[in-house]
C-alpha cells in the first residue's frame, strides 16, 4: 500500500461517511495512510484509530480548523497530541461559535419566510460539528428548497441573506497552540485564498506546510506552491477533502500524496511532539 490521502470529512463534521467507512475505502483504494480532518473537532479519531489498527492504515491525528485574518483560511493541524487541554478548549470555542451561529441562521431564515427548527438541524449534524450543509438539509427537508445546492444558491452562500459569519480563530494564535500541543500547522487548499506570496506572513508566523494536491488545485497551482514550499522549507500534503460520494469531490484514493511527503511530514511531527514535551516538562 502507499500513498496518503490527508484530507477527509467524516459524520462527525459534514461529511457523509463514518470515520470507520472512510478509512476502509482507503485501506480498500490501496492507500498507507490517512488523516482524518474534520472542522473544529477530533470527535472521530479514536474510530479511526481502531480501524486503522485493525486494517493496517495508518492514521495521522487530524483537524480542520477555520481561521480568519480578513480573509478565510482553513488550517490543518496534524500530530498534535489529541489529549491536550488547550487545543480541546479552542476545538470547544469554535463549535460553541458554530451552534451560535446556527442559531442565528435559524433566525434570519424565519425573517426571510423559511423556518426551519433548531432541532431540526440539529438532528442533520448528529454528533458532528454544526455546519451550514446541515441547515441546508433542514431546509431541503422543510420543503423551501428541492436541493442542498439550491439552498446554498438561495440561503447560505457567502453573499446570500442567511449566511452568518463563522467565529473564527486568528490564524497566528492558532498556528502558535496547534504547535504547543505537538502539532504542526498546514495551509488548506492555498489556491482558493491567493498567490503563494500571499503566505508570507503565516510563514513568518511559523507556518509548517501547505497543502499541494486538492480538487481545487489546477497544475500550475500545485506547481506554483510546491516551488514555494521547497523555497521555504514547508511540508507539502495533500487530500481529497472528500465529504461524500455525492460532494463534488474525486473518489479516496485518485488523491495521494507521496511517501516522501508523509515521511517529512511524520518528521516533522516527532521533532515537533519532542520540542513540546521539552517545554511542558
Ligand atoms: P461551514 O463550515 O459551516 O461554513 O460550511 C462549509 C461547508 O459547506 C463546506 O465544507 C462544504 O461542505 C459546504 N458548502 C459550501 N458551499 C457549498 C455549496 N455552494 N453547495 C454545497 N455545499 C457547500
Ligand atoms: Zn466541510
Ligand atoms: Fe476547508
Ligand atoms: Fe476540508
Redesign the pocket.
Known sequence: MTGGDLHLHSVRS?GEWTPARLVREAKRAGLSTVALTD?DTIAGLEEAQATGEELCVRVIVGVEI?TWRGVDLHLLAYGFDPTSADLREVLRRCRDG?RTRAERMVAVLARLGAPITMGSVERHAGEGAI???HV?KALVEAGHVST??KA??EFL?EDRPAYVE?VRLDPGETIARVQAAGGVAVAAHPGIYGEPESFDPLVEAGLDGVEILHPLHGRKTRAAFDAYAIANGLARTGGSDF?GPRGTTPPIGRIAIEEAWIEDLRERIGRRREQARTIHE
Open positions: 459534514d472542522h477555520s458554530r455546519g451550514r450543509p441546508a442542498i445546492r446554498f444558491l452562500g463563522k465529504h
